[in-house]
Every structure is written in C-alpha cells, then in structure tokens.
C-alpha cells in the first residue's frame, strides 16, 4: 500500500528566502506526482505535475524534481514571498488511478 | 468560470439526519473523484467515477452513497449522520486516469455534525 510522507510537517522561513520542501513515497510504481497548495478554507490548487517518465517540472518560480527510484520528490521555492504562506500537498498517483496524498507542509513566510 | 464547483461550501446538521453534497465540472472531463479530508488534514479517496461508472470504491460506509447522472456531475449522498463524519469533503476531477492526467479540486465541503 502506497505511504507518502512529507517533511517538515511546518516551515516558517523570512520573505526571499529559497526553500525546499520534501515528499517521499514507499511505492516507486507511479503514474506521476502532483504538487499541490492548499489555502485556509479554500480547496486545492493543482501547481505542478511530474509524470512517471520525467524528471522535473518548472512553472515561475517552483521547480518540482522527481527521482522515482529513490521515491523523492522536492518542490523547490525561490524567492519565497509572504503569498506562498499556504500548506504544500504532495501527491502520488499509482497503478489504482487514484491519488494518495501526503499530511502536507504548512509553510509560513514571514514578511 | 469555475471548473469544480460544490455546493453547500458549509453544512451543518444533526446526528441522524440525510444530506446531499452536489459536484459539477466544466471542464469535459470524464473522471470525477471524491476525498475526504479530516481533522488531521489528511486526504483520501472515497469515490471514484469514470464515464458515470464507479471504478473505485474505497473502503467507506455504504451509508455514502455517490451518483453521478452524467459525467459532469458526482453528487454524495450520506445517510444517518455520525459525528464521526464531520470532515471536509472534496469533489475533483481529471481527464482520464493515466500518466498524464491533473486532477483538479473544487473548494471543499466543511460538513459538521452535531
């Protein structure tokens, strides 16, 4: 059955600060992995996705890398801003079609 | 334009009770899930629906029942309310299940039972 972690469980970092978050998953047989945000009271937004077959996904400032192998992944944040304050979600998609969510990282980015 | 969209955004009800949490995508996909998140943040699959026909069902109470009568809408239905059902469900949908495939989430349903 498919775990996936994420560490730390919190970060609160100063504003412009790069910062990486961590996602690991026990079961390498994935169709892909998806990052997600998720505001206070709101519902998901999808940021990236990295399919099985490739490597890393960039969009702006978020760079998403994927080592299927070792089940890792990283979302990397350059430039962090005070709006990047969200809880990160990672997700796996395995052979049940079904995605299979980590507990998440509660970012804070102090002004 | 919102792509998911579910109603109530808030319900709040009495143990015992029935209610409906309606879902609807326009965005031409033909898969649509629904998640559970509870107090721990953590989220899991209920449901899932591919061309109007459940394809995954995970272990839920069959007092959960979803119907999808066409394939830009999978409502839940839940009977006789337990506490232990307050949560915050959530409605996505994706085209297809394959490699290549986003999922995209609607803005959730906190339900609250009391």
């Known amino acids: 059955k498919q775990e996936v972690t994420q560490i730390p469980a919190a970060l609160s970092v100063p504003e412009g600060e790069n910062l990486v978050l961590n996602c690991s998953f026990t079961?390498?047989?994935?169709?892909?992995l998806q990052w997600f945000r998720q505001d206070p009271g709101k519902g998901l937004t999808s940021l990236l996705l990295?399919?099985?077959?490739?490597r890393e996904q960039t969009s702006g400032r978020l760079n998403a890398s994927l080592d299927k192998s070792s089940g890792r992944s990283t979302l990397y944040i350059a430039a962090s801003q005070p709006g990047d304050s969200a809880t990160y979600l990672c997700a796996v998609k395995g052979s049940a079609r079904q995605l299979t969510f980590g507990s998440g990282t509660q970012l804070t980015v102090l002004p | 334009d919102t792509a998911v969209s579910q109603t109530p955004k808030y319900l709040v009800t009495q143990m015992g009770n029935d209610k409906s949490i309606k879902c609807e995508q326009n965005l031409g996909h033909d898969t649509m899930y629904w998640y559970k998140q509870d107090s721990k943040k953590f989220l899991k699959i209920m449901f899932s629906y591919n061309n109007k026909e459940l394809i995954i069902n995970e272990t839920v109470p069959n007092r959960f029942s979803p119907k999808s009568p066409d394939k830009a809408h999978l409502n839940l239905h839940i009977n006789s309310l337990e506490l232990g059902d307050s949560a915050v469900y959530f409605c996505?949908?994706?085209?297809?299940?394959?490699?290549?495939?986003?999922?995209?989430f609607g803005q959730g349903t906190r339900l609250t039972v009391v």
């Open positions: 990295i399919q099985s077959s490739q």
């Open positions: 996505a949908s994706s085209y297809g299940t394959g490699e290549n495939t986003e999922a995209f």
């Open positions: 079961d390498s047989a994935i169709y892909n």
